[in-house]
């Protein structure tokens, strides 16, 4: 068991609190910010303080860390921050849900947040930093690099490699045996059947002879 500090004070911080509260053997002491965004001294229900206080009052040697803020400027932020707690000497902690199917013997990365009904098949490896928000399939021998934000109900098949930093949005799903370029950013729903390039954007394609209306198809 470790006691914790987690970096931020939103939602995705009140939501670490309570899984890592209710469903792990971790205590949260306190959340951290930087200065200019802490604008009070409590949050959600514990002290909140400021980053050139924390190793004062929270030492690395007695605290462990939790980075949990948005996936801002393409899991930039996430990165930033998490690679600031790292250095300043802590250790960060992986929440992985009661309720997620996890198969693979290899365990995730630190600082990996794997929310409930994620089904993780065999031979699969995920980096560090990554967060699976729930009910994701991440096909068998697939690799997720570090600081990956991967939306709900996404469908990974077999031997995909995601690369590092990417956004996969909800309901997207990517076909087997492809690479995805570091920092790709695949739209909601989308498709995904070839490789992708580095930074580049993705949405579902139209089909190219796609009716314009219902009344065309003879259902
Ligand atoms: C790709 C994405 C980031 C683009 O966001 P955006 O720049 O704000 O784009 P907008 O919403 O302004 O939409 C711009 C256009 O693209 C279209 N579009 C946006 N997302 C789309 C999608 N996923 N599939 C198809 N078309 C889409 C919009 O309809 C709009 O078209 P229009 O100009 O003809 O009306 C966003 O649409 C997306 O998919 N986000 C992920 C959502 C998600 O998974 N959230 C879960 C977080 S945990």
Redesign the pocket.
């Given at each position: 068991m470790a006691r914790l500090v987690i970096f931020g004070a939103g939602d995705i911080a009140r939501l670490a609190h309570h899984y890592f509260k209710t469903d792990s053997p971790h205590e949260v002491a306190a959340f951290v910010v930087d200065r200019e965004f802490k604008t009070t001294d409590i949050f959600d229900g514990l002290p909140l303080c400021a980053t050139d206080e924390l190793v004062a009052r929270y030492p690395p040697s007695d605290y462990s860390a939790f980075v949990a803020v948005s996936?801002a400027r393409m899991n930039r932020l996430r990165q930033e921050k998490y690679e600031a707690m790292k250095a300043a000497g802590y250790q960060c902690v992986s929440y992985v849900s009661s309720r997620c199917t996890y198969l693979s013997t290899t365990p995730p990365g630190d600082n990996c947040l794997i929310l409930e009904d994620n089904t993780i098949q065999p031979f699969v490896t995920i980096g560090n930093n990554v967060t699976l928000?729930s009910g994701n399939h991440i096909g068998h021998d697939s690799t997720i690099e570090d600081h990956c934000?991967i939306?709900?109900h996404v469908v990974v098949s077999g031997h995909v490699r995601v690369g590092a930093g990417s956004?996969?949005?909800?309901?997207?799903t990517l076909r087997n045996s492809i690479t995805i370029g570091p920092q790709t950013?695949?739209?909601?729903?989308?498709l995904v059947m070839k490789d992708t390039a580095a930074g580049g954007?993705y949405?579902?394609e139209r089909a190219k002879r796609a009716p314009q209306s219902s009344d065309e198809i003879d259902l």
């Open positions: 996936y928000w934000f939306a709900s956004f996969i949005g909800v309901n997207a950013l695949i739209a909601a729903g989308a954007v949405f579902q």
